[in-house]
């Protein structure tokens, strides 16, 4: 077998070719064991307060009653959470999944078509929103299936006096806290007050049971939601555990969870595999504040940081993070774009710690390459297909392509979503017959099992670590009515890797570049804006219509 999976020779001591994928049939068990293991050991932290194990486990317990006692929601009901990083997040992702739900991981940026597209979708039955984004919610709800909203406000967790003065300062002072009014609303505390007064009964929770609806574009501007069950991911933190596992020291770790935990990579990353072994997640709320940012990790004694590349070149930059203490830290994994070499040679020199690659998609749970943990220094790769976990490189017909060709990158493994969400052709793009996943990378493997990306196959733009589709934006754009025609390529830039260019024929000669960047302000999150705007006379094309975006792309690379 070993000579089809070439990376196994390569694999550091102590790391097991194979993971148990049944030790734990559902994430929820994770929790239930780590509660059990580490009770009065912190498990979150923000702004200040921290919650232990056990007070998550009070907590996330009072939530699911509440849903389950209160709102009468039924085994794999749709829960949408729209939160940043807050003490609320893993208390309410916790009860839904303690009470057989299914988490709808909600952007909290969405603008008002992105959150409606993704609430009607899901189907979701609850709305869990921070106020900051309240109005939004407010916007859309009467056109979806919601049933109950649940509202709550960054201070609402930490405690009196604090809590109080963060809400005033938010709202008042800042004035992040836009108005709305959405009738019968519930506040975050009294659903914990009144989850008290309700029973959790005995959920029984299976592996196959779908844990997360995850969205994510795929290779199509309508984001679908992937279907990861409970064992997809309890497999990837099997794996991911495993990886690192060698070098963390189980109830000591401290680490920075400043990627939103709605994103798949910090979920499972820092979210469930530090919570195996016991570790503490300190969560940033805001990390594009980077000064705010930098005098957070001045105060916490860290062992292990998750980011993209532009979090990495951000910290960096930053004055005073040369007088962080670094020497805890043993642990930074980049994820979710391309690490840049610069980035990565700064980083060892800054903290001593080399900065090592993984490479994973939503629809992977995220977790398929990594590269080892005693890597010397930064080597380009991707890493190597972690255990239980085959990855190979295919041409356009599926034949598999020999070591050093280009080719599409395909994963298979236990973490393989289960499909796209009430999409079947969708799941039949991507999923074959004999279960692997076409990733849509273009990629090559060395002879040693390592696999570095070349490319990607779609046109998709990666900014700042999330997927940009074109389609969408074109779709966007071509709503005003002065515009003929769209396209939307990728263009490089040095802080977020990519940003959006949009090059457009002009229906109504009187167009400016503001007004289009005006009207996407009002219809897209802030990473999909264009930040240069082109026109043209005529936009490229193939014989039957269909728009070059590559041929653009390739003239402002030129």
């Known amino acids: 077998m070993?000579?089809?999976?070439?990376?196994?020779?390569?694999?550091?001591?102590?790391?097991?070719?194979?993971?148990?994928?049944?030790?734990?049939?559902?994430?929820?068990?994770?929790?239930?064991?780590?509660?059990?293991?580490?009770?009065?050991?912190?498990?979150?932290?923000?702004?200040?307060?921290?919650?232990?194990?056990?007070?998550?486990?009070?907590?996330?317990?009072?939530?699911?009653?509440?849903?389950?006692?209160?709102?009468?929601?039924?085994?794999?009901?749709?829960?949408?959470?729209?939160?940043?990083?807050?003490?609320?997040?893993?208390?309410?992702?916790?009860?839904?999944?303690?009470?057989?739900?299914?988490?709808?991981?909600?952007?909290?940026?969405?603008?008002?078509?992105?959150?409606?597209?993704?609430?009607?979708?899901?189907?979701?039955?609850?709305?869990?929103?921070?106020?900051?984004?309240?109005?939004?919610?407010?916007?859309?709800?009467?056109?979806?299936?919601?049933?109950?909203?649940?509202?709550t406000g960054l201070g609402d967790l930490l405690g009196f006096p604090k809590g109080r003065l963060v809400n005033f300062v938010l709202k008042y002072i800042k004035k992040m806290v836009p108005e709305y009014r959405i009738p019968g609303a519930v506040r975050f505390n009294e659903v914990l007050k009144r989850g008290e007064s309700h029973s959790l009964p005995g959920v029984e929770i299976g592996p196959s049971d779908i844990a997360f609806l995850q969205y994510t574009g795929g290779t199509t501007g309508v984001a679908k939601g992937a279907m990861l069950t409970h064992r997809n991911l309890v497999a990837n933190m099997q794996q991911a555990s495993a990886w690192v596992g060698t070098n963390v020291k189980p109830g000591e770790e401290v680490i920075i969870t400043a990627l939103p935990l709605y994103h798949i990579f910090a979920l499972t990353a820092n979210g469930l595999v530090f919570m195996k072994f016991g570790g503490l997640n300190h969560m940033i709320t805001n990390p594009r504040d980077m000064p705010g940012f930098v005098k957070e990790l001045k105060k916490v004694p860290f062992t292990a940081i998750t980011g993209?590349?532009?979090?990495?070149?951000?910290?960096?930059?930053?004055?005073?993070?040369?007088?962080?203490?670094?020497?805890?830290?043993?642990?930074?994994?980049?994820?979710?774009?391309?690490?840049?070499?610069?980035?990565?040679?700064?980083?060892?020199?800054?903290?001593?710690?080399?900065?090592?690659?993984?490479?994973?998609?939503?629809?992977?749970?995220?977790?398929?390459?990594?590269?080892?943990?005693?890597?010397?220094?930064?080597?380009?790769?991707?890493?190597?297909?972690i255990p239980s976990t085959d990855a190979c490189v295919k041409d356009e017909d599926g034949r598999l392509l020999p070591v050093g060709e280009v080719g599409e990158l395909c994963i298979r493994g236990p973490q393989v979503m289960k499909g796209y969400w009430n999409r079947p052709e969708e799941t039949d793009k991507v999923l074959d017959a004999d279960g692997w996943l076409h990733t849509g990378d273009m990629a090559r493997m060395d002879e040693n099992g390592y696999f570095y990306i070349v490319d990607r196959k779609k046109d998709m733009i990666l900014v700042s670590g999330f997927n940009v589709y074109p389609n969408e934006i074109e779709d966007v754009i071509a709503e005003m009515p002065q515009v003929l025609e769209v396209a939307a390529v990728g263009v490089p830039d040095e802080k977020s890797g990519e940003v959006v260019k949009v090059v457009i024929v002009k229906k109504d000669p009187s167009l400016t570049a503001e007004q289009v960047k005006a009207f996407a302000r009002e219809n897209l999150t802030g990473y999909k804006h264009p930040r240069v705007v082109e026109f043209r006379t005529e936009l490229p094309k193939t014989n039957v219509g269909k728009i070059l975006r590559r041929e653009l792309r390739d003239e402002t690379a030129a």
């Open 2 to 151: 070993s000579s089809e999976r070439p990376w196994l020779q390569q694999y550091p001591e102590g790391i097991p070719h194979e993971i148990d994928v049944d030790e734990f049939p559902s994430v929820v068990s994770v929790l239930e064991s780590a509660i059990e293991l580490y009770k009065e050991r912190p498990a979150f932290a923000n702004m200040g307060k921290s919650l232990t194990y056990g007070e998550i486990d009070a907590l996330s317990r009072r939530f699911a009653a509440y849903l389950l006692g209160e709102l009468k929601l039924k085994k794999g009901d749709r829960v949408a959470i729209m939160l940043p990083n807050c003490l609320q997040y893993p208390i309410a992702t916790f009860g839904v999944l303690r009470a057989g739900l299914t988490v709808v991981n909600t952007n909290p940026m969405y603008t008002a078509r992105e959150l409606k597209h993704q609430l009607v979708d899901s189907g979701a039955s609850v709305v869990l929103v921070l106020d900051n984004f309240g109005h939004t919610v407010q916007e859309v709800i009467g056109d979806t299936q919601v049933r109950q909203v649940i509202t």
């Open 308 to 385: 993209v590349n532009t979090l990495f070149n951000g910290l960096l930059n930053t004055p005073g993070f040369d007088e962080v203490d670094f020497s805890r830290l043993h642990l930074t994994l980049g994820g979710g774009m391309a690490v840049q070499r610069a980035v990565a040679e700064r980083w060892k020199k800054a903290t001593g710690v080399t900065l090592v690659e993984a490479y994973g998609l939503t629809e992977t749970s995220p977790a398929a390459c990594i590269n080892p943990m005693d890597l010397k220094d930064y080597n380009g790769s991707i890493g190597l297909p």
